[in-house]
């Protein structure tokens, strides 16, 4: 079965710092998102991508969140200025054309602010 | 809001035990509803998924059957094994919309079954 790949699977980064979180969708899909999941806690929704641009966000993904599709391949999430309360699991997710189809899932970044 | 309210946790079992883990919805339209199963140390992966009312999502063993008169979409297994030990989570994705696959998901149920 295809997968979604994200990159890298730990990331520790230094609060106030830049992070980037790289994800390679299934290469159909047009659909792109993420998700992140602080430990112990539910999974949450961050953004969803279509047709280059940001079709719905939470009021989670706030101005030093962004997501940019650079090339026909990569889907990327930047944190502009890590805070303490941004280390969680992200996880990146794709899907094909049509409602109602599957999302496929990465294995995450886990993502640790010192 | 959408929103998914699953059993709380931990479950423990024993090996071949039979499995219910609740789960019961909200949504403003018509969803298609999932479960997710995530395994120690790795991400979510689809276990099953039902797309509209008195569908049967099976898949590993694992049912669930959309219900749409109590809102409902139980995962159930007749016998469970060690291997099936993870975190549960129930969502539901609105169709109707054009960004469908927005999920919202249920806070989790952790699974232990022992040997």
Redesign the interface.
């Given at each position: 079965e295809p997968e979604v790949t994200q990159t890298p699977s730990h990331q520790v980064t230094q609060m106030g710092q830049e992070v980037i979180l790289r994800c390679v969708p299934i290469s159909n899909h047009l659909y792109f998102y993420w998700y992140r999941q602080i430990l112990g806690q539910k999974v949450e929704f961050l953004v969803s991508f279509y047709n280059n641009e940001i079709s719905e966000k939470s009021e989670i993904f706030d101005d030093q969140f962004s997501v940019e599709r650079p090339d026909g391949s990569n889907f990327t999430l930047k944190i502009r200025s890590t805070k303490l309360e941004d280390s969680a699991m992200y996880f990146c997710a794709s899907r094909a054309q049509g409602a109602g189809e599957k999302l496929f899932f990465g294995s995450g970044t886990q993502l640790s602010v010192l | 809001g959408d929103s998914v309210t699953q059993m709380e946790g931990p479950v423990t079992l024993s090996e071949e035990a039979f499995l219910t883990i609740n789960c019961t919805y909200t949504a403003t339209g018509y969803p298609?509803l999932?479960w997710?199963v995530q395994y120690p140390g790795?991400?979510?992966?689809?276990l099953l998924?039902a797309?509209k009312a008195d569908d049967k999502g099976s898949n590993k063993g694992f049912e669930a059957t959309y219900r749409k008169e109590t809102t409902s979409f139980h995962l159930e297994k007749g016998s469970v094994q060690v291997s099936d030990s993870a975190v549960y989570?129930c969502?539901l994705?609105l169709?109707?919309r054009?960004?469908?696959?927005?999920?919202?998901?249920?806070?989790?149920t952790t699974l232990t079954v022992k040997p």
């Open positions: - | 298609s999932f997710y790795e991400g979510l992966q689809l998924k797309t989570f969502a994705s169709t109707f054009t960004n469908a696959g927005k999920s919202t998901f249920g806070d989790g």
